[in-house]
């Protein structure tokens, strides 16, 4: 069964500094999401890209963040000064369109 | 735009039934049902886009009701890998993206 890969599984990294999360869709999906969980908390949208461009974000999604489609296949979310309230599950998810969404393993971000 | 989901969690045993349930103040465009197990990713149970709408998933099925702004979702004679958070996802019209209630905690102990 198709999946979404996402890279690294876990990423620790000191307040202020860069980190980019990768996501590898499915590739027939044409709709690409970034989703995030504090801890035991609920999954929260951060952004929704289709066509090559962001078709919607939170609040959430702040000028820290950018995500990009460098080359067609990987998806990445960049967090260019990271805080300690960025430590989250970080979830890329992707869909066909009128279906459900499939979600990736996930990034665990720990900024300390 | 999130939804309310209760209850925040139900304990039964295995065989039993239980109900949860997701609303929403505005009419939906779909809804969608997850089931998250302790460290791993959501996984995708099913959607539903039309009121009136009934889906089955093995002995899981949910409910649309014909306002399209509450959705309920059946477990049926649960078995232990029932267990998990449920997370209803809504879809507003003209939007692209789901909102997530807080989930439903599912325990189903032998």
């Known amino acids: 069964e198709p999946e979404v890969t996402q890279t690294p599984s876990h990423q620790v990294t000191q307040m202020g500094q860069e980190v980019i999360l990768r996501c590898v869709p499915i590739s027939n999906h044409l709709y690409f999401y970034w989703y995030r969980q504090i801890l035991g908390q609920k999954v929260e949208f951060l952004v929704s890209?289709?066509?090559?461009?962001?078709?919607?974000k939170s609040e959430i999604f702040d000028d820290q963040f950018s995500v990009e489609r460098p080359d067609g296949s990987n998806f990445t979310l960049k967090i260019r000064s990271t805080k300690l309230e960025d430590s989250a599950m970080y979830f890329c998810?992707?869909?066909?369109?009128?279906?459900?969404?499939?979600f990736g393993s996930g990034t665990r971000l720990t900024v300390v | 735009q999130q939804p309310v989901q209760s209850p925040q969690a139900v304990i039964l045993r295995e065989g039993e039934d239980a109900v949860i349930n997701c609303s929403s103040s505005k009419a939906l465009y779909s809804v969608h049902w997850y089931r998250q197990k302790h460290g791993e990713a959501p996984v995708f149970l099913m959607i539903?886009?039309?009121?009136?709408e009934q889906k089955g998933h093995e002995k899981i099925s949910a409910s649309f009701n014909e306002k399209k702004q509450q959705s309920s979702l059946y477990l049926t004679a649960s078995q232990l890998s029932y267990s998990g958070t449920y997370f209803c996802?809504?879809?507003?019209?003209?939007?692209?993206?789901?909102?997530f209630g807080k989930g439903n905690q599912v325990v189903v102990i032998p």
């Open positions: 998810a992707s869909s066909a369109g009128a279906d459900g969404y499939t």
């Open positions: 890209f289709y066509n090559n461009e962001i078709s919607e």
């Open positions: 996802g809504t879809e507003l019209y003209g939007n692209n993206r789901l909102a």
């Open positions: 539903l886009l039309k009121g009136g």
